[in-house]
């Protein structure tokens, strides 16, 4: 018996299942769904969709502070409702802070933007 007779056979993608470069290519550069997710506030529903990578570094590592960086963020990804940058400022202004907040944590992580030196860039002047 041989040490390898009780692992389980892995099921791989042969060359021929994947897709070819010009098809992998026109998939990477084509625009895709928006992949948008519900999240549920106390006084209602919205959808949030993930920040393009351009979009996100249109504001990281800029000389924003981080009123206007979670502004700028959560606008580019309100679906329904949308919302603009001064929509959200007001919202802002009225909303109790962990509804901004929780609504901001949402897009960072649908977005893909967890890792910590992301979280430090977009939060560095809330501690």
């Known amino acids: ?7 389980e056979d892995v099921d791989t993608a042969t060359y ?3 897709p070819s470069i010009e098809d992998l290519k ?10 948008s997710e519900e999240l549920v506030l106390d006084i209602g ?9 351009s979009q996100a570094q249109a504001v990281a590592g800029k ?3 981080s009123a206007v960086a979670e502004r700028k963020l959560i606008a580019m990804a309100m679906v329904e409702p949308e919302m603009n940058e001064a929509d959200v400022r007001q919202w802002q202004k009225v909303a109790p802070a962990g509804e901004i907040q929780r609504v901001f ?3 960072v992580r649908v977005s893909g933007m967890e890792s910590s030196a992301t979280k430090a860039a977009y939060k560095s002047d809330r501690s």
């Open 1 to 7: 018996m041989s040490e390898y007779e009780d692992v």
């Open 16 to 18: 021929e299942d994947r």
């Open 26 to 35: 026109s998939a990477l550069l084509a625009p895709r769904a928006d992949g």
């Open 45 to 53: 529903t919205v959808r949030i969709r993930p920040l393009t990578r």
């Open 63 to 65: 000389n924003f502070d």
């Open 105 to 107: 944590d949402h897009v």
